[in-house]
């Protein structure tokens, strides 16, 4: 059985030229912001700040996107929506959760594609 893929580089190729050093950088600048948006999502769900919460859902979604993962960037936009009308926040921590488990995956994913590169 195919291990499932939540990274999918075609786009980031696409505005890279396919330029290994570029590409190697967009993924160099998306491990630098993890720690923000893990951290910044389980700090604003435990403090209960659901704007700032919507907010981040909001710009990880462009970076996650750019790296194809696009399932997770339409979570992204539910959080983002949700919080913003403040529905379901019992939902909320299962979005956060998902976020950090594909996170997790697509770091080794991203880091196998660098070393190919």
């Given at each position: 059985?195919?291990?499932?893929?939540?990274?999918?580089?075609?786009?980031?190729?696409?505005?890279?030229?396919?330029?290994?050093?570029?590409?190697?950088?967009?993924?160099?600048?998306?491990?630098?912001?993890?720690?923000?948006?893990?951290?910044?999502?389980?700090?604003?769900?435990a403090?209960?700040?659901?704007?700032?919460?919507?907010?981040?859902?909001?710009?990880?979604?462009?970076?996650?996107?750019?790296?194809?993962?696009?399932?997770?960037?339409?979570?992204?936009?539910?959080?983002q929506?949700?919080?913003?009308?403040?529905?379901?926040?019992?939902?909320?921590?299962?979005?956060?959760?998902?976020?950090?488990?594909i996170?997790?995956?697509?770091?080794?994913?991203?880091?196998?594609?660098?070393?190919?590169?």
């Amino acid at each position: 059985m195919a291990q499932i893929r939540y990274t999918n580089l075609d786009y980031l190729k696409e505005i890279t030229g396919g330029e290994s050093e570029v590409t190697k950088e967009f993924i160099q600048m998306f491990f630098d912001q993890f720690p923000e948006f893990i951290d910044g999502l389980k700090k604003n769900l435990a403090e209960k700040k659901w704007k700032e919460l919507g907010e981040l859902a909001h710009k990880a979604k462009s970076s996650v996107m750019t790296f194809g993962m696009n399932d997770l960037g339409y979570r992204l936009k539910e959080l983002q929506l949700k919080t913003q009308k403040l529905e379901d926040i019992e939902s909320y921590p299962t979005y956060v959760d998902e976020f950090i488990t594909i996170m997790a995956q697509a770091k080794i994913e991203l880091t196998e594609e660098m070393a190919k590169l």
